[in-house]
């Protein structure tokens, strides 16, 4: 639901994959402004940071090579939760709601099986959607002179 709202928030139009349908190793498909691009959703609660500033997600060799397979940029989200307390991590006031989360991504079309690391300067915000779109159209301006 976090990321959902976050792409509610940028105004972008999301289907999330049915439960038990994770064909292709995906969470969601955003519609960015040039094209569909599909993520991978990974939650922790409270991991630990690594010294480089990045948190490292492990990944399979499966979602790997079904990830290879596609020609636009897969993403894989890493969702932070900062309250161990599930009651907590969402509070409802009169007027606003608050997520106790935040969340990075990292492009992961290439990426190999084992422990892939999410920079914490990818931040998942409205800049990121900007920075997917310019992704998207470097697809399919690759090799036009």
């Known amino acids: 639901m976090y990321v959902r709202s976050l792409l509610a928030q ?16 995906i969470d969601i498909a955003v519609h960015l402004r040039p094209a569909v691009v599909t993520a991978q959703i990974k939650t922790r ?16 060799a499966k979602w790997c090579a079904k990830w290879q397979e596609q020609k636009l940029p897969v993403y894989l989200i ?33 990426a190999k099986s084992g422990t892939i690391k999410v920079p914490i300067c990818n931040r ?19 090799g036009v002179d």
């Open 10 to 25: 940028a105004g972008l139009r999301n289907e999330e994959t049915s439960p038990g349908e994770d064909y292709g190793a």
């Open 124 to 142: 998942l915000d409205f800049n990121a959607f900007s920075r997917w779109d310019d992704d998207v159209t470097r697809v399919f301006t690759k």
């Open 78 to 110: 890493f969702v932070v939760l900062s309250r161990k307390d599930h009651g907590k991590l969402v509070i409802h006031d009169d007027r606003s709601t608050t997520w106790h989360a935040r969340a990075y991504w990292v492009q992961v079309n290439d």
């Open 45 to 60: 609660i409270t991991p630990r940071r690594n010294k480089d500033e990045t948190y490292s997600v492990s990944i399979t």
